[in-house]
């Protein structure tokens, strides 16, 4: 839909699209720290073995529970507002995560990655972000230059926990988290630089009722597309570096894997942007889903670190293609004082079907192992392919039509 409110001049797109890319790293990395390490620090702490990946898990509830908040937030003070509660919540996850490994406290530990999975929250909404005072022409470039940034978060992440996760013996990964909340601080400075257009009366009286909204089937498909490429996503990556582990793989080597998957989710987005305007944001989602499926395919070819290692790669740039495919689908479904309310509620379905992933990917390990865990994917994947599939042929229709 076409957007009414004023284009920023190209200086100030430019800065902010800038900042949201590094922020977007330094973020990122934050998150890495809690993908690669959450299960086996929960592995450490939990009284049961069952429970070694609920703190990822909850990390997944933290950002389904924040979305519709961060929204809120950011249509009533501002998205800085926002951005920068985000990243003081950041900081919390860095000094709980290490206050818990020091102290030996399980639950302590899973309150940190709640507010790590606010901050992811808050994270997320920043390609949405780079789309503010941008034409909308212009705005799946914008949106996929911003999460270009995770890249570094990549590179970053793993190695950050490589590097420290030994320096505060013998409390593993304590000082891992010391330096996480450091580079969150880092982020909010950032941040304090970038000059978004205010929430207008409008967007503030919040204009069709959601319900309204969310039954268009091109709503309904971009949720689908987005959650499914999302919780998959998840699925796996949560249950990968423990898998890893007990085959008989290195943290070394798990980490060195979730570098690569990181760096393949986005490194993409320098060109996703141009396939999206080129193809259509409904094919690069069906396009990321079968990438994933794919993932799923050479990971139950065997328990080699290649095998993990080319699973996690595939996945990530399934992730990339399918969740920013989606994320765009999502641009073309509201009107300009909409933005914020359809963009959170988007997000909430994400989070929240990603979390029931999250939680059952941890038991489907533990009871049945890492092959069931690959099998289960195809079955959410299989509907999100028909669901985009059938409002892509629905829309082709109303167009001849």
């Given at each position: 839909?076409?957007?009414?409110?004023?284009?920023?001049?190209?200086k100030?797109?430019?800065?902010?699209?800038?900042?949201?890319?590094?922020?977007?790293?330094?973020?990122?990395?934050?998150?890495?720290?809690?993908y690669?390490?959450g299960?086996?620090?929960?592995?450490?702490?939990?009284p049961t073995?069952?429970?070694?990946?609920?703190?990822?898990?909850?990390f997944?509830?933290?950002?389904?529970?924040?979305?519709?908040?961060?929204?809120?937030?950011?249509?009533?003070?501002?998205?800085?507002?926002?951005?920068?509660?985000?990243?003081?919540?950041?900081?919390?996850?860095?000094?709980?995560?290490?206050?818990?490994?020091?102290q030996?406290?399980?639950?302590?530990?899973?309150?940190?990655?709640?507010?790590?999975g606010?901050?992811?929250?808050?994270?997320l909404?920043?390609?949405?972000?780079?789309?503010?005072?941008?034409?909308?022409?212009?705005?799946?470039?914008?949106?996929?230059?911003?999460?270009?940034?995770?890249?570094?978060?990549?590179v970053?992440?793993?190695?950050?926990?490589?590097?420290?996760?030994?320096?505060?013996?013998?409390?593993?990964?304590?000082?891992?988290?010391?330096?996480?909340?450091?580079?969150?601080?880092?982020?909010a400075?950032?941040?304090?630089?970038?000059?978004l257009?205010?929430?207008?009366?409008?967007?503030?009286?919040?204009?069709?009722?959601?319900?309204?909204?969310?039954?268009?089937?091109?709503?309904?498909?971009?949720?689908?597309g987005g959650?499914?490429?999302?919780?998959?996503?998840?699925?796996?990556?949560t249950?990968?570096p423990?898998?890893?582990?007990i085959?008989?793989?290195?943290?070394?080597?798990a980490?060195?894997?979730?570098?690569?998957?990181?760096?393949?989710?986005?490194?993409?987005?320098?060109?996703t942007?141009?396939?999206?305007?080129?193809?259509g944001a409904?094919?690069?989602?069906?396009?990321?889903?079968?990438?994933?499926?794919?993932?799923?395919?050479?990971?139950?070819?065997?328990?080699?670190?290649?095998?993990?290692?080319?699973t996690?790669?595939?996945?990530?740039?399934?992730?990339n293609?399918?969740?920013?495919?989606?994320?765009?689908?999502?641009?073309?479904?509201?009107?300009?004082?909409?933005r914020?309310r359809?963009?959170s509620?988007?997000?909430?379905?994400?989070?929240?079907?990603?979390?029931?992933?999250?939680?059952?990917?941890?038991?489907?390990?533990?009871?049945?192992?890492?092959?069931?865990?690959l099998?289960?994917?195809?079955?959410?994947?299989?509907?999100?392919?028909?669901?985009?599939?059938?409002a892509?042929?629905?829309?082709?229709?109303?167009?001849?039509?």
């Amino acid at each position: 839909m076409g957007d009414l409110s004023a284009v920023l001049p190209e200086k100030v797109q430019s800065s902010n699209i800038w900042r949201l890319s590094v922020a977007q790293a330094l973020a990122g990395a934050n998150s890495v720290v809690v993908y690669a390490t959450g299960a086996i620090v929960g592995n450490m702490l939990a009284p049961t073995p069952m429970l070694a990946t609920l703190p990822v898990s909850i990390f997944v509830v933290g950002m389904a529970a924040c979305t519709l908040p961060v929204g809120a937030i950011a249509r009533r003070f501002g998205r800085r507002t926002a951005f920068l509660a985000g990243t003081g919540a950041g900081v919390l996850t860095g000094l709980l995560a290490m206050l818990a490994i020091i102290q030996g406290w399980f639950w302590l530990f899973c309150l940190a990655t709640f507010f790590g999975g606010s901050y992811a929250a808050v994270v997320l909404s920043f390609r949405f972000a780079a789309a503010d005072g941008v034409a909308p022409a212009r705005r799946p470039r914008a949106l996929s230059l911003v999460m270009a940034g995770g890249v570094a978060a990549g590179v970053v992440g793993p190695q950050l926990v490589t590097w420290t996760m030994d320096l505060w013996p013998p409390h593993m990964f304590a000082a891992t988290f010391l330096v996480q909340a450091a580079v969150a601080a880092v982020s909010a400075l950032i941040l304090l630089g970038v000059h978004l257009p205010m929430p207008t009366a409008q967007e503030i009286a919040g204009g069709r009722p959601l319900a309204e909204i969310a039954r268009q089937p091109r709503f309904v498909a971009a949720a689908i597309g987005g959650a499914v490429s999302y919780l998959l996503m998840n699925f796996l990556m949560t249950s990968a570096p423990l898998a890893m582990r007990i085959c008989g793989h290195s943290q070394e080597s798990a980490n060195l894997g979730l570098q690569w998957h990181v760096i393949a989710m986005y490194a993409p987005s320098f060109f996703t942007g141009h396939l999206i305007a080129r193809f259509g944001a409904g094919r690069m989602a069906i396009v990321g889903l079968l990438l994933t499926g794919l993932s799923a395919a050479v990971g139950l070819g065997g328990i080699d670190v290649a095998h993990f290692w080319a699973t996690l790669v595939l996945l990530g740039l399934g992730w990339n293609f399918g969740f920013l495919g989606a994320s765009a689908l999502v641009l073309e479904c509201h009107r300009p004082e909409e933005r914020t309310r359809v963009q959170s509620l988007n997000d909430f379905i994400v989070f929240g079907l990603m979390a029931i992933g999250s939680f059952l990917s941890g038991s489907l390990l533990s009871a049945y192992g890492w092959n069931a865990v690959l099998w289960v994917s195809f079955v959410p994947l299989v509907l999100a392919v028909v669901a985009l599939a059938a409002a892509m042929a629905r829309s082709a229709a109303q167009a001849r039509a």
